[in-house]
């Protein structure tokens, strides 16, 4: 009996729990087909307002799966601020917009160059559920046509696609990716300054679609191409790194100046460079180099008289590719240790005052400048942006010919 | 007030003692596997009650009318009561049912030779050794006992003067012969399985286990039906506390249902919130011995074509016969495959509900995409169409079971493959949440016991409801709350997640096959006289 | 008498207090003070360990010289009934504070960023009474439970370790020791506060372990374990972020996923690990719960061990649900006080009772 009025008791706190969990309103579920997925932020100047904000969505395929289907949903409005061009483009399409999948924010130069970033970043990314590992690309021109040159071939897969295109451009070195997390850090912290990937539109490049187009009504499948035309490919494309200081971009970096600024930040990992090769006084030809990192070093020293001297060991593995046949294996090897250790040298230093003089610590210096402290409060009273203008570097540069095997001397 | 003071006490139970049934361990230090909590009244004083208490009449005119009367077999003409006299005319009644005894025994074996017998001897002990030529005969003076043992299919003979009665085996009911298994098939292992005759199951047991120690302690199940049933046990070796527990448990039985397997389980096992068996039920003789030896306890019960095996873990539920037939390598793959197997089951849908409803930025951007083109049409929402989904899964499983033959086959094509095509062109269900069910189905026929897969089934759709209400959240809740009640489950004494939660001595392990023979303590947890002794 | 004890065996012993002190330590601190003076967790945090084991030792040795089965003979013994309920009052309330920060933590981090628009309290709802069932159902099933989940809360954070371990920078640690050797030396002690609890519970189960030399293998390998994971899972939330942005983060390992810009499958798994974090700080949160209902019980002398469990989990759901109410200005107050202080309403009682005891135990005063 005690049993069965026990049993009943038990079953009814259960009851009552279960009914509890209902009436606190549930967690609010939406079903994943009541989104629309943003799959980057691109952020304009405005006309009328502050902000021309596109966003792009991946597009879902069909049943069937076409490859016709699938591609970017472009979405865009004017607006002072992301939260007011959300309640105005919303408003007129079927789904909500779900930011977890948001990889990319994108600036146009003009409103890098006047610091806004930091005004438009202040929304809320918690509340709107955007992961800051997304990646900031500052884009030369209208971010619009930038978002939709990458859509140009109307690929199924928009996410995969720019992931590819970021990626392989990264995998040589050639553009810098930092996620917006490194933003924050940055200026919060005030030890380095951040860097992100500089992207182009190029209208005159011919896509692949353009070309089937043409071959698909018929046409010579070259259609209007000409010998010298850029063909093949998207008309969006990477072309190297974009430098703050603070939230401001400050200068731009070609793809070769960033593969410079990657290797001595100590990101690097591969890639080739090439320079001319002269022997006996005279140009043979351009060489080359397949390099892979073998060994960054990084330190900065102050001095007591309050100067700052960063210095960075590079040494690299030097392949040689394409090398004129005229030339001889110890011309080679002294052109390595010499010629091309003072070429790499000097266009570190090149992109180095570069950086310093648009103010920013792209480098990351800082980062190492602040072991030499004790305390928190010793690095904040240094004050190491305001001194970063007086920093010299210097570029111990080695290169160890992998096709011989011998190392050259660190000077 | 007096009423609710007194409900609420009952409640908390305080100051009340803990009533525990306890398997204790003999080793110093190492902490005892307590038992389960469950009050049991001691009914053997009911089953007592009749005993002893009626004598066999001493005249065979009184058996006669006693039994005409008992058995009413004015109607019940299966009762057979045949008087006969002698051949030195001493009168004697025979009385048995049709169909359950051999009437042919009954007449070469017992009829004629009395028949023809001209001695003066005539109590049964001496017609026992002298005249009658059947290998059983037992001597019984109560009354009770020889009415019960006529429902047996045993003829009682009554001797006029006697005070006793003779018990002889003549059992002759139709039976089913030993058969293949047909729920529990493996592909290296024999293939026979009990059948519904005690008598059978009991010789397929013993045909197995020569041990001189092998106990079959046969007795009457309890309650109004009465069914015979064996404990079957290794003496010396099994717990002596788990066998009084066992016994003590079946004393406790008084219901009026016809005791099978399967009410023996639920009358016997202990009591908990989630539903997963606490005995092992199954058809292999192999897989009872294989328990039996290293000191479970096992019952046969007339009628029934399981054995039921006690205590068990919630690793010997997963694992299968074929695992010891097969190379430990082997063996540990399919036991890891099932296992996955079983994960994959249980929550497999509630996860993918859970990404779906709450935490889309988990599924990557291809998922989403495919998802979202195969739900355009669909009507219902994503968790209806879920549980829907499971539900009519369960239909096709139950009507296979259920239609016969080759159709049954038949069963599982049409609403697999034919169905859920048509479902999916018909816009009815979406083809990723078809798969998802369908790989969960497959996954649940992985656990090769029958109770636990309908537990997988049941605990599976409470993880997708906790996920359709809570996402992960509600999932990780659930999953923890069955993961508590497991720890918390006992069976006969033995904690559920024996040998993992609690830790024992024996290093046997119990997802990896280890080498047969390397592991001499293997069920430690049940303290066994072995492990006393070492 | 249903104190709900049993029996558990050393590993699930190991298991549970491994569980509750990694929680309390990687989830239970309070970053605003934490990161105060700089990053220097991951060295001040596991120290803060060992020196909990070292405060917790002696007791245990007490035990032994004076033949307590647990620690609540001891304090009966060495202060009396009445001294002994009023030295327990801290260690109780400690446990309890320990069972409900964790889950704070969980909540605040589910409602801000997994969660769309969902109250507090309706993610409590979810949380809380699976605890209080293990909690109920007592010490057998809790740790049983903390057994069979133990590795997975490692090999998430192992895989969340790894998969964001491109994003980590060495120069995040640097200053080392943060604001100097006097802060360091503060956080050691005053974290003892998260620490403790968890031990003290292995000592109040004391009879439920089989002996005092069985509580000093668990209490040794259970700090031991969580030194490790503690380590590991501080070090990578320093390398990972600098002490600035650490202060105003309410659970840093949530998000070191989020600094590397390259996209994977194992990233984006960030949910999935939090929720079996989760799993462990509700082991965590039982075990506290329990341990705090029967030292109670067992000081009061209370036959059944219930009452006092469901009386410290409505406790606890109330601290739940006030302490997250971060705008309150009095929470504030009683939150610093407790990351500030908490340490010493701590070590007070234990002292007192360790000095009592010997200081009896030297008058002959003390029966074994």
């Not at chain 2, 006697?162 to 012969?177: I, M, N, P, Q, V």
């Not at chain 3, 069972?99 to 969902?118: C, E, I, N, S, T």
Request: hydrophobic letters at 45%; proline letters at 3%.
């Amino acid at each position: 009996m005690k049993k069965r009025i026990m049993e009943k008791i038990m079953g009814l706190i259960i009851l009552l729990i279960f009914i509890v969990m209902w009436l606190t309103g549930c967690l609010t579920p939406v079903s994943l087909d009541a989104y629309g997925y943003v799959i980057s932020i691109g952020v304009d100047r405005g006309t009328e307002k502050k902000y021309y904000i596109t966003l792009s969505l991946q597009r879902e395929l069909s049943e069937q799966g076409a490859e016709s289907d699938g591609g970017a949903a472009i979405l865009a409005a004017e607006a002072d601020c992301l939260d007011e061009a959300l309640n105005e483009i919303e408003g007129n399409v079927p789904y909500s917009l779900s930011f977890s999948r948001t990889n990319y924010f994108l600036f146009s130069r003009e409103v890098a160059e006047s610091g806004d970033i930091e005004d438009f970043l202040s929304l809320s990314f918690d509340s709107l559920k955007i992961r800051t590992s997304a990646a900031m690309i500052i884009t030369e021109g209208s971010v619009f046509e930038f978002v939709g040159g990458l859509s140009a071939n109307n690929d199924a897969n928009i996410k995969k696609l720019q992931e590819a295109v970021m990626l392989d451009m990264e995998k040589n070195g050639m553009i810098a990716m930092m996620s917006i997390s490194r933003l924050f850090e940055a200026n919060k912290d005030g030890s380095f300054d951040y860097c992100a990937a500089l992207g182009r539109f190029d209208e005159s490049i011919i896509t692949d679609m353009e070309e089937k187009k043409t071959e698909s009504e018929g046409k010579n499948p070259l259609g209007n191409i000409k010998l010298g035309d850029r063909v093949g490919g998207l008309k969006s494309f990477m072309s190297g790194a974009a430098v703050f200081s603070g939230y401001r971009m400050t200068e731009t970096l070609t793809r070769d100046e960033t593969m410079y600024l990657n290797m001595a930040c100590g990101d690097y990992k591969n890639g080739t460079v090439s320079i001319p090769f002269f022997q006996n006084g005279e140009e043979l030809g351009m060489v080359t180099l397949i390099l892979s990192k073998q060994h960054i070093g990084r330190r900065v020293i102050i001095n007591e008289d309050g100067s700052i001297r960063a210095e960075v060991d590079i040494r690299l593995a030097a392949g040689t590719h394409a090398k004129p046949d005229e030339a001889n294996q110890t011309e080679m090897e002294h052109w390595i240790n010499e010629t091309a250790v003072n070429c790499i040298r000097q266009k570190l230093n090149d992109v180095f005052i570069k950086c310093r003089d648009a103010g920013s610590d792209a480098m990351r210096f800082g980062t190492e400048a602040i072991k030499l402290f004790r305390s928190d409060a010793e690095w904040k009273e240094f004050d190491w942006k305001s001194r970063y203008g007086s920093v010299e570097a210097v570029f111990n540069v080695e290169l160890i010919n992998t096709d011989k095997g011998t190392s050259g001397d660190m000077q | 007030m007096e009423k609710s003071k007194k409900h609420i006490k009952a409640f908390f139970s305080f100051d009340e003692e803990y009533k525990e049934f306890e398997l204790l361990e003999s080793e110093h230090g190492v902490p005892e596997s307590d038992g389960g909590w469950r009050d049991l009244p001691n009914n053997s004083h009911r089953r007592q009650k009749h005993e002893g208490e009626e004598k066999v009449p001493k005249r065979v005119d009184d058996v006669y009318n006693r039994l005409s009367e008992q058995f009413n077999t004015d109607i019940n003409k299966d009762v057979i009561l045949r008087r006969f006299r002698t051949g030195s005319g001493h009168n004697m009644l025979v009385a048995y049912m049709n169909g359950m005894a051999d009437d042919k025994k009954i007449n070469e074996f017992v009829l004629k030779p009395l028949m023809l017998y001209e001695g003066k001897r005539n109590a049964p002990d001496e017609l026992k050794n002298d005249v009658i030529e059947i290998s059983e005969a037992d001597e019984e003076k109560d009354f009770y006992k020889a009415r019960m043992a006529m429902m047996d299919g045993i003829a009682v003979l009554f001797s006029d003067g006697c005070k006793s009665c003779l018990l002889l085996e003549t059992h002759g009911y139709e039976k089913r012969s030993v058969e293949k298994c047909e729920n529990e098939n493996v592909v290296m292992g024999p293939k026979e399985s009990f059948n519904e005759s005690f008598r059978t199951n009991i010789t397929l047991i013993r045909r197995i286990i020569h041990t001189d120690d092998l106990i079959v302690e046969s007795r009457m199940s309890g309650g109004e039906n009465n069914t015979r049933l064996a404990i079957i046990y290794r003496k010396g070796m099994t717990n002596e506390a788990l066998l009084e527990e066992v016994k003590k448990r079946l004393d406790g039985i008084s219901i009026d249902v016809p005791i099978t397997s399967g009410v023996i389980e639920q009358l016997v096992e202990d009591r908990g919130l989630i539903p997963v068996p606490r005995t092992l039920s199954t058809e292999r003789p192999d897989r009872a011995c294989s328990h039996i030896m290293q000191g479970s306890v096992c019952l046969i019960i007339e009628g029934s074509p399981f054995a039921v095996i006690m205590p068990i873990t919630l690793f010997s539920l997963m694992n299968s016969p074929e695992d010891v037939y097969l190379r430990p390598p082997l063996g540990t793959i399919l036991r890891i495959v099932r296992y996955i197997g079983a994960a994959i089951s249980v929550l497999m849908p509630g996860y993918f509900l859970a990404l779906a409803l709450y935490h889309q930025g988990m599924l990557t951007t291809e998922v989403l995409s495919t998802v979202i083109a195969s739900r355009k049409m669909v009507f219902e929402p994503i968790a209806i169409e879920m549980i829907l989904l499971l539900l009519i899964f369960q239909m096709i499983r139950e009507a296979g079971l259920r239609v016969p033959g080759s159709i049954g086959q038949a069963i599982g094509i049409i609403g697999g493959l034919i169905m859920g095509q048509a479902a999916v062109t018909a816009h009815l269900a979406s083809s990723v949440i078809l798969i998802i069910v369908a790989a969960s189905g497959l996954g649940n026929f992985c656990i090769p016991d029958y109770s636990t897969q309908v537990s997988a089934s049941y605990i599976r759709m409470a993880v997708v409801i906790a996920a359709w209400l809570g996402g992960l959240l509600a999932i990780t809740a659930v999953i923890l709350f069955i993961t508590a009640s497991l720890s918390s489950t006992k069976s006969f004494g033995v904690p559920f997640l024996a040998p993992f939660a609690p830790k024992t001595y024996s290093k046997r392990p119990f997802v990896i096959r280890g080498r047969i023979g390397l592991h001499k303590r293997a069920e430690d947890y049940m303290n066994t006289a072995d492990d006393r002794m070492l | 008498m249903k104190m709900r004890m049993g029996r558990i065996g050393l590993s699930e012993a190991v298991c549970v207090a491994a569980i509750a002190l990694s929680t309390g330590g990687v989830f239970g601190i309070d970053p605003v003070y934490a990161y105060l003076g700089g990053n220097s967790t991951y060295i001040s945090m596991p120290l803060s360990i060992i020196v909990s084991l070292l405060i917790m030792l002696p007791v245990l040795k007490l035990m032994d010289a004076t033949k307590c089965r647990d620690i609540s003979e001891l304090f009966l013994k060495s202060a009396g009934r009445a001294g002994g309920i009023m030295l327990m009052f801290p260690i109780c309330a400690a446990l309890l504070i320990c069972a409900a920060k964790p889950l704070m933590a969980f909540a605040q981090v589910l409602h801000r960023m997994v969660y769309d628009g969902v109250k507090y309290s309706s993610i409590i709802v979810f949380m809380f009474p699976v605890a209080v069932f293990m909690a109920w159902k007592g010490l057998e099933t809790v740790g049983r439970t903390a057994k069979c989940i133990a590795v997975l809360p490692l090999v998430a954070l192992a895989a969340a370790v790894m998969s964001s371990a491109s994003g980590f920078e060495i120069y995040r640690l640097f200053p080392l020791v943060g604001d100097g050797m006097k802060h360091f030396a503060l956080f050691a002690v005053s974290d003892t506060f998260v620490f403790i609890p968890p031990i003290a519970g292995l000592l109040i189960c004391g009879e439920a372990l089989g002996g005092n030399e069985f509580i000093r293998k668990a209490a040794v390998r259970s700090a031991f374990i969580a030194f490790a994971v503690c380590f590991i899972a501080q070090l990578a939330i320093s390398l990972s972020f600098r002490s600035g942005l650490l202060a105003e983060s309410v659970m840093p390992l949530y998000k070191i996923g989020f600094l590397t810009a390259k996209q994977s499958f194992v990233l984006r798994l960030d949910k999935l690990f939090i929720m079996i974090w989760l799993c462990g700080a509700l082991v965590s949160c039982a075990y506290c719960i329990y341990s705090s209902s029967l030292f109670f019980s067992k000081m009061l002398s209370q036959k059944d061990v219930t009452a006092s469990v469901a009386a410290s989990s409505l406790i606890t759901c109330t601290l739940l649900l006030e302490i997250i109410k971060v705008d309150n200005a009095v929470v504030e107050k009683i939150r610093n006080a407790i990351s500030y202080y908490g340490a010493l309403f701590l070590i007070i009682p234990l002292a007192a009772v360790c000095l009592l005891t010997v200081i009896k135990k030297r008058a002959g005063r003390l029966e074994a």
